[in-house]
């Protein structure tokens, strides 16, 4: 009965808001923007930006190299792994709507620092439409 409750109530209406917002848009990707913790399970994680994917892996390489070539350190698929279900809703909806997706982590300490996350804002802006 939980289960059920919580679908109906969370799981179901938001899924349903996500797809209305994306139908409307004239967007030709989905991209969703998270942040990770710069300390897991006791290891300090020097990663700055990680580009998740699970489908659209030569736009995820693309999005990536230009950010390394602005001197991010940035992996593909880390510090999780959109192949591992990490992206579902993004995919989910992008998929529903023949849309490219990809999802940015940005480590959180950065994220308190107001020249990156103005330098990243711009990068972002600059670069992710050039692939599409």
């Known amino acids: 009965d939980e289960i059920a409750r919580r679908l109906d109530r969370l799981w179901r209406p938001?899924?349903?808001?996500?797809?209305?917002?994306?139908?409307?848009?004239?967007?030709?990707?989905i991209l969703s923007i998270h942040s990770f913790t710069p300390v897991y399970e006791g290891k300090r994680r020097t990663l700055e930006v990680g580009v998740l994917f699970d489908e659209d892996e030569d736009l995820a390489?693309?999005?990536?190299?230009?950010?390394?070539?602005?001197?991010?350190h940035v992996r593909l698929n880390e510090p999780w792994s959109g192949k591992e279900g990490l992206i579902y809703a993004p995919e989910r909806h992008a998929n529903a709507h023949d849309r490219a997706t990809?999802?940015?982590?940005?480590?959180?300490?950065?994220?308190?620092?107001?020249?990156?996350?103005?330098?990243m804002v711009g990068l972002v802006a600059e670069i992710v439409p050039r692939h599409l």
């Not at 899924?15 to 030709?28: F, N």
């Not at 390489?61 to 950010?67: K, M, P, S, V, Y």
């Open 61 to 72: 390489r693309a999005i990536a190299r230009d950010l390394a070539d602005e001197g991010i």
């Open 14 to 29: 938001y899924h349903a808001a996500v797809d209305e917002v994306v139908a409307a848009s004239p967007g030709a990707m």
């Open 102 to 119: 990809i999802e940015l982590e940005l480590r959180q300490d950065l994220l308190m620092d107001a020249g990156f996350v103005e330098r």
